[in-house]
């Protein structure tokens, strides 16, 4: 095969390229369904953390605060998102989804999880565990080994 630090280039190449591809053919859906790729990504994040307030909309997504604000603007005019303003400080919104945004994401869900299960079909059962094995050993080392923030940035 090579060495390991060819190996683990042509790795880090291959994940480029999956993430790029995957995104194309959901952005694909997306764009028969209306959004784009950015508003699904607040979708998910509302509905995964509602309520949730712009900032923290904002934080999660790592978009510009008038990004955010103008793709939560395009949710609402599409009768997805609600909004409720904080009982203490009325400068800060609560987002959440509508009955309708529910339904929306449920249905994002729905072809993301297709998508990659038609995916999944080219391996076998043992590459698919395989495949989860790894997943879970990364995931666990980005998570035991995230970045410390410094008292400066905070």
Same mark, same amino acid.
């Given at each position: ?48 953390? *509602? %309520? ?10 790592? +978009? @510009? &605060? $008038?990004?955010? #604000? ?13 909004? *409720? %303003? ?10 959440? +989804? @509508? &009955? $309708?945004?529910? #339904? ?51």
């Amino acid at each position: 095969m090579g060495t390991r630090d060819e190996t683990l280039q042509k790795m880090f190449s291959n994940m480029e390229a999956t993430k790029r591809l995957m995104g194309s053919h959901f952005q694909y859906a997306l764009r028969e369904l209306g959004i784009s790729r950015a508003q699904a990504m607040l979708l998910f994040t509302i509905d995964a953390q *509602q %309520p949730i307030s712009f900032k923290q909309v904002a934080e999660h997504v790592m +978009l @510009t &605060p $008038g990004a955010v #604000t103008q793709g939560i603007n395009s949710l609402d005019a599409l009768g997805y998102i609600t909004r *409720q %303003p904080d009982e203490h400080d009325r400068r800060i919104i609560y987002l959440g +989804l @509508t &009955p $309708g945004g529910k #339904t929306f994401v449920k249905r994002l869900h729905t072809i993301h999880h297709k998508m990659v299960a038609d995916i999944m079909t080219e391996m076998s059962d043992q590459e698919v565990a395989i495949w989860l094995s790894v997943q879970e050993k990364m995931l666990h080392y980005l998570k035991t080994h995230a970045p410390k923030e410094k008292e400066e940035d905070k």
